[in-house]
T-cell receptor
Framework: DTAVSQTPKYLVTQMGNDKSIKCEQN?????MYWYKQDSKKFLKIMFS???????INETVPNRFSPKSPDKAHLNLHINSLELGDSAVYFC???????????????FGPGTRLTVL | AQTVTQSQPEMSVQEAETVTLSCTYD???????LFWYKQPPSRQMILVIR??????QNATENRFSVNFQKAAKSFSLKISDSQLGDTAMYFC???????????FGTGTRLTIIP
């Protein structure tokens, strides 16, 4: 069974469209994350949720909106896609908040988003 | 602000040899954690090894070990008896205790040559 899964794995779309990426974890973790890896492989955190509540919100355009319907799911919706949004987006989870570093973050397989 | 620097964009080594990847970091916190993650061509991020800053002993995981120099803020990864499956991007990362935000370096692309 996959611990952290993301759908879709690949997403190709036109500029200006709206798209969503879904993430699910079956580890029973409280905390989930979205990371962006750009074309130079630089990985940077975007958001973090703990038990459906937003706890980290980095400097990300308002076009990006995370949604956590329950603690096992964290989706990322992107409005008005731009060329610069092309990247690999990783979802991750960890057991609980407040233990940063004590617990491993488990990553999903990533979603490669290509905006044409 | 936390920063993590990996000064070696690419490295290559013959199979079975030992290779060391460099990482330096900058944090004002006293209690923090350091990590090495591996990203093979499959894109999956895999935790290789973790070091707690308050522990003086260097972490080891089978063929992987670290050289943690706290005063120098240096955290290098040594891979012994390198294998073809070690070919991957390697990322150094840091976080403070209680902070869920992982700060990553820019990565080192390691190629193991048969």
């Amino acid at each position: 069974d996959t611990a952290v899964s993301q759908t879709p794995k690949y997403l190709v779309t036109q500029m200006g469209n709206d798209k969503s990426i879904k993430c699910e974890q079956n580890l029973g973790h409280d905390t989930m994350y979205w990371y962006k890896q750009d074309s130079k492989k630089f990985l940077k955190i975007m958001f973090s949720y703990n038990n459906k509540e937003l706890i980290i919100n980095e400097t990300v355009p308002n076009r990006f909106s995370p949604k956590s319907p329950d603690k096992a799911h964290l989706n990322l919706h992107i409005n008005s896609l731009e060329l610069g949004d092309s990247a690999v987006y990783f979802c991750a989870s960890s057991p609980q908040v407040g233990r940063g570093g004590l617990d491993e973050q488990f990553f999903g397989p990533g979603t490669r988003l290509t905006v044409l | 602000a936390q920063t993590v620097t990996q000064s070696q964009p690419e490295m290559s080594v013959q199979e079975a040899e030992t290779v060391t990847l460099s990482c330096t970091y900058d944090t004002s916190e006293s209690n923090y954690y350091l990590f090495w993650y591996k990203q093979p061509p499959s894109r999956q991020m895999i935790l290789v090894i973790r070091q707690e800053a308050y522990k003086q002993q260097n972490a080891t995981e089978n063929r992987f070990s670290v050289n943690f120099q706290k005063a120098a803020k240096s955290f290098s990864l040594k891979i012994s008896d390198s294998q073809l499956g070690d070919t991957a991007m390697y990322f150094c990362a840091e976080t403070n205790f209680g902070n869920e935000k992982l700060t990553f370096g820019t990565g080192t692309r390691l190629t193991i040559i048969p």
